[in-house]
């Protein structure tokens, strides 16, 4: 009887990117690190010699997408900043600044609204324990809810508004151009 497990679908959850090259594992490595690590224990990781990921790492320091930190042993990590510009360019490159401008728009209604139902400037300054005491309608986990999206929003209207200006200077130079 032939085989009939698929292997479409997504790789397994211990090994993710058993399937690809040595640069994109250790890409993927990367992205997955949120503190500094070896160059040998992002070998180890993805089983490779620890001078190719050094080789590696030190390319993708010098793209930006790792931070390289100098000391006894040499560590990487994800340069968080540059997904932060590079996500900003996408949504330049992606949209006119007519669109751009209108999720800015639609964003800063929703911010106030949640600066209006809190009474606060910012999410981080709602007391959410005060707040449930103080309310029969609301519960500890629709505030803590509402406020991540109102942070989630602001992250967003930031960005869209970082693209908005990006696209309109460059749609400003061509126009001179």
């Known amino acids: 009887m032939p085989d009939t497990a698929s292997t479409d679908g997504p790789p397994s959850f211990d090994d993710p990117f058993s399937g690809d090259d040595v640069e994109q594992r250790i890409y993927g490595t990367i992205l997955q690190t949120r503190e500094p690590a070896t160059a040998r224990a992002i070998a180890e990781r993805v089983e490779c ?3 190719t990921a050094r ?3 030190s390319w993708f320091a010098d793209l930006g997408i790792a931070t390289r930190h100098d000391g006894h042993p040499i560590t990487y990590e994800r340069n968080d900043a540059y997904f ?3 996500h900003i360019n996408q949504l330049a490159a992606g949209h006119s600044v007519e669109e751009l401008q209108e999720r800015v728009r639609d964003l800063t209604a929703q911010i106030a609204e949640y600066e209006d139902a809190y009474d606060a400037a910012t ?7 005060a707040m449930i005491e103080t309310s029969d309608e ?13 942070a989630t929003a602001r992250e967003e209207r930031e960005r869209y508004e970082r693209a908005r200006q990006q696209r309109a200077g460059a749609d400003g130079e061509q126009a001179s151009g």
């Open 84 to 86: 932060e510009w590079r």
């Open 123 to 129: 999410p981080a300054t709602v007391d959410a324990v």
């Open 55 to 57: 080789k590696y790492l």
């Open 138 to 150: 609301r519960t500890i986990d629709a505030v803590y809810s509402d406020l991540a999206d109102w």
């Open 49 to 51: 010699d620890p001078k």
